[in-house]
């Protein structure tokens, strides 16, 4: 009954099979081992980041450029403040706020970006006063927006003196120094401002890249299962309709009889009807 499983066409449905299912399963297991990579570096920079909390600050100089690994690592810095700028559309626990920025001067023409800390409500014409001349700095490192960041407020048409990105690009435009690629958010706010905790690094973790990377990895296990279901499905309606060939039950497929009709040869004529 299951010669045919040996003809050229279902040769074919074979390799295909068999080519399909080794494929979804590489796939599917591509698919996890990027979720879990992602879950590793989540674990990673929790432990990173509680460790830099527990760390000694640096000097900015030994933790520059930004990466991954130097990402929330407190660092200290020297200088004096010779800008202000207001954040606006920036949350803290739930509550809508703005952020206080300052541009450090350390030495030279370059700038640090510093928030200062963060307030509730909206954000006013003007930014509250630094503390005058020159002061120590003591706070987290965190890379540069853009754009694409959580929580930036990229449309632009913003009122002078408020900047929605903090980062070099879009600093450099508001004052006329150099601008570290980079900024550090204080551990401790000024008097009236809360602190703002420092962020793990985007692009990796457990955010909705990883979970999509979960959600691929079962619709490729879906799919080697599906292959194999198909298989079955066609051997056993290729066995049904060769078995009721066999037996004689088969109907034609188009329903006509043998004259290719749908009437039979015996009712191709019909009585005249009297008087005609």
């Given amino acids: 009954m299951y010669r045919f499983l040996l003809t050229p066409r279902w040769w074919g449905i074979h390799v295909f099979v068999l080519l399909a299912i080794p494929f979804c399963v590489f796939m599917g297991s591509w698919q996890l081992s990027r979720f879990e990579d992602r879950v590793d570096t989540h674990k990673d920079a929790t432990a990173a980041a509680e460790a830099h909390a527990e760390g000694a600050a640096r000097p900015l100089a030994e933790v520059l450029p930004v990466t991954t690994a130097t990402s929330g690592e407190r660092t200290r810095a020297t200088g004096r403040y010779v800008q202000q700028f207001l954040v606006p559309d920036r949350g803290l626990d739930g509550r809508d706020g703005y952020y206080v920025l300052g541009l450090l001067r350390t030495g030279g023409e370059k ?60 600093l450099l435009n508001l004052t006329s120094y150099d601008v570290y690629d980079g900024w550090i958010t204080l551990d401790r706010a000024e008097s009236g401002l809360t602190p703002v905790p420092a962020k793990t690094p985007e692009g990796g973790g457990l955010d909705l890249k990883a979970f999509q990377n979960l959600g691929y990895t079962g619709e490729w296990f879906v ?10 499905r066609l051997v056993r309606r290729e066995a049904e309709a060769r078995r009721d060939a066999e037996l004689g039950i088969a109907a034609d497929e188009d329903g006509t009889g043998e004259d290719g009709t749908g009437q039979d040869e015996t009712d191709e004529t019909e009585p005249e009807k009297a008087g005609v």
């Fill in 223 to 232: 799919f080697a299962g599906f292959v194999v279901f198909m298989w079955f």
């Fill in 111 to 170: 700038v640090l970006p510093v928030v200062r800390g963060w307030h509730a409500g909206a954000a006013p014409a003007k930014a509250p006063a630094a503390p005058g001349g020159t002061v120590t700095v003591t706070g987290a490192l965190q890379p540069s927006e853009d754009a694409r960041s959580t929580g930036v407020n990229a449309s632009g048409g913003l009122p002078a003196g408020q900047v929605g990105i903090i980062g070099a690009a879009s």
